[in-house]
């Protein structure tokens, strides 16, 4: 299929036209991967849903407006560097005004210390983390998605942790 790309540049068209975006990697075929992955899930949304999302759109936290975008996906890399300050701040910022991030160790590896997970405490050391918890089946995303009974993706039995309930 053909996929169109598009870059944040515009704040213009990012801030009228809701869109999933994804943080920007610089490995070529993680970032295609992203890319595709969010156009078949806006696809799916689409035709399931009332909302009409544009195309995914990929960012870089150092000089795109993050919040703009309800999510943005964040794939990991083997060699993934620390955030700048700057990007920190502006992460925070995004998250600190109701953006979600959904960050992929690409491991699918339990808690502990896998690569995945050493690499992950690198990528969000400064970001203001809650404390995370495994979705149970009271959870909200669980009875939410009312068409899925489990979540799937890359890894079968794989957990999917969120933000725990403050309360």
């Known amino acids: 299929p053909n996929i169109h790309v598009v870059y944040a540049a515009d704040d213009l068209s990012s801030a009228t036209e809701t869109r999933l975006a994804y943080l920007r990697s610089g490995d070529r075929r993680l970032d295609a991967t992203s890319r595709a992955g969010l156009t078949g899930l806006t696809r799916w949304i689409t035709r399931r849903t009332s909302i009409e999302l544009g195309d995914p759109v990929g960012l870089s936290p150092d000089s795109d407006q993050l919040i703009f975008h309800p999510l943005i996906y964040w794939p990991l890399t083997e060699n993934q560097e620390a955030l700048s ?83």
């Open 85 to 167: 300050e700057d990007e920190v701040k502006r992460v925070n910022h995004y998250l600190n005004a109701g953006g979600m991030l959904l960050i992929d160790t690409r491991d699918a590896a339990p808690t502990g210390f896998s690569s995945g997970n050493r690499t992950l405490m690198k990528a969000l050391r400064g970001i203001s983390v809650p404390p995370l918890q495994p979705v149970s089946e009271e959870h909200v995303l669980t009875r939410s998605f009312y068409l899925l009974n489990w979540f799937p993706g890359r890894w079968a039995d794989a957990d999917v942790w969120v933000a725990a309930n403050a309360g």
